[in-house]
């Protein structure tokens, strides 16, 4: 990178100043306060995919990888998405199943951290949501192996073409039996509002050992 451009990029900030977020300002639990942020991120017409998050995970050896995904319910129990169990991030976590997912809602200055550990969700569940896609993207999720090395687009766009005629239109698409739904079950849930100079708000919810859950403030 030359030295301009380097000093350009390095130059890149904008000043937070929003709003502030005080210990008075949160919910009794995170499920509450985070449906409030979770509205006003919707709500608000700024953000193409309110429910966009990041999803890191890490190898058994420690080494991380990211992406991005969508949030497709939320409950007291944690944050629910779906995926092919065979993807990278499905092989992760059933190897090490611990996660964390950042919603990044920027027009808003505001972030929400979570970090907790990762269960399946029942096939239920996943039965239930898969019949709510759609057809298109029921059938992607048969034709793709997700996360494996292709030569080529031509083999997916094939597997594709096959699957189609397997399920034709109007016939019903169940899911493949390694595709499912993960649930991030929150140990900690972090609420982070831009504040001016860097020294932003940073709120999180910790769940103690006994199960009760603290607020505690973060420093910037």
């Known amino acids: 990178m030359a030295e301009d451009e380097d000093r350009a990029v390095a130059g890149m900030r904008r000043r937070y100043g ?16 985070f449906a409030t942020w979770f509205d ?9 995919e309110p429910n966009a998050m990041v999803l ?17 319910g939320y409950d007291p129990g944690g944050f629910v998405l ?5 993807s990278r991030k499905g092989r992760e976590v059933a190897a090490n199943p611990y996660a964390s997912l950042v919603f990044s809602w920027v027009p808003l200055e505001r972030q929400v ?13 996943t039965v239930d949501y898969f019949a709510t896609r759609p057809r298109g993207s029921r059938l992607g999720a048969w034709a793709s192996p997700q996360s494996a090395v292709l030569p080529s687009r ?13 399920f034709p239109e109007g016939a019903e698409i169940p899911p493949p039996d390694g595709w499912g739904g993960l649930r991030v079950v929150p140990e900690t849930v972090e609420f982070w509002q831009g504040r001016p100079d860097r020294l932003h708000d940073r709120l999180r919810y910790r769940r103690q050992p006994d199960g009760a859950w603290v607020v505690e403030r973060l420093a910037p």
């Open 18 to 33: 929003l709003a502030g977020l005080a210990e008075s300002d949160l919910a009794p639990t995170w499920p509450e306060q």
């Open 40 to 48: 006003d991120a919707v709500s608000s017409g700024l953000l193409v």
């Open 56 to 72: 890191a995970t890490a190898a058994p050896d420690g080494r991380p990888s990211a992406r991005t995904v969508l949030l497709k």
């Open 82 to 86: 779906f995926t092919n169990y065979g």
């Open 113 to 125: 951290v979570v970090c907790g550990a990762v269960e399946r969700v029942s096939r239920a569940e």
């Open 154 to 166: 031509e083999p997916l766009d094939a597997a594709l073409a096959e699957v189609s005629e397997r």
